[in-house]
Structure formats: structure tokens, C-alpha cells
């Protein structure tokens, strides 16, 4: 799977792949970011997601969901649970939810 493709073509923002555990596998942002940045910033997500929702994501893969989408007036958050992985996308509030879909199945399918 094309982390970088899948970010640019739902025009996302940030994507990150989590396992069960809560860790961050990898990352992506559409910011030019340094790699010493990137690390930081991964470093404090994981710790974020540890601290705040280890249980979620446990929840998350034992349940019948597949997709969840938070929405605020400006940002969405969609986390997509793909074989024993979530892809969790950051994007501005006027994301396509179909084009994410159809990128996703595009580089699953590959």
C-alpha cells in the first residue's frame, strides 16, 4: 500500500497506519516536513494515542465497524480499519469521503 499516493489522492492532510496496538507504523504529511520533525511529531502522536485511547483501538478492530469519521467545523478524521491496521486520515472539513474510498480500494487491490 502507497501511503504517499493514497494521501495525495484523497487530499488529505496527514495520514498516519496504526496497528492494534495503538503504534504508529508509518506517517505522511502533505507538509514538507524535516524527517527529525516528522519523527517528533509521530513520537508525540503515539504517545497521545497511548495515553488517551489504547482501549478504542482495541474496541475498534474487535467490532463490526470499519469506518469512523469525525467531522468538526473546519477538519474530518477518518480512521478506515484495513487487515489488523487502521489508516487514520487528517483532512480539511471538505473531503471527499467516496474519492477516500476509492483510492483506498485502488491501492489495496494493486
Do not use: P, W
Request: net charge neutral.
Amino acid at each position: 500500500m502507497n501511503l504517499e499516493e493514497l494521501l495525495s489522492n484523497t487530499k488529505s492532510k496527514v495520514i498516519y497506519l496504526i496497528n492494534e496496538a495503538g503504534e504508529i507504523l508509518d506517517y505522511h504529511s502533505k507538509n514538507d516536513d524535516s524527517v527529525a520533525t516528522s519523527k517528533e511529531k509521530v513520537v508525540a502522536f503515539s504517545a497521545t494515542i497511548l495515553n488517551m485511547t489504547s482501549h478504542f483501538f482495541k474496541e475498534f478492530f474487535e467490532s463490526n465497524l470499519s469506518r469512523v469519521t469525525m467531522k468538526s467545523d473546519k477538519e474530518n478524521i477518518v480512521l478506515v480499519k484495513q487487515e489488523g491496521f487502521i489508516l487514520c486520515f487528517f483532512s480539511d472539513r471538505n473531503i471527499n469521503l467516496g474519492v477516500l474510498g476509492v483510492s483506498l480500494n485502488k491501492q489495496i487491490n494493486k
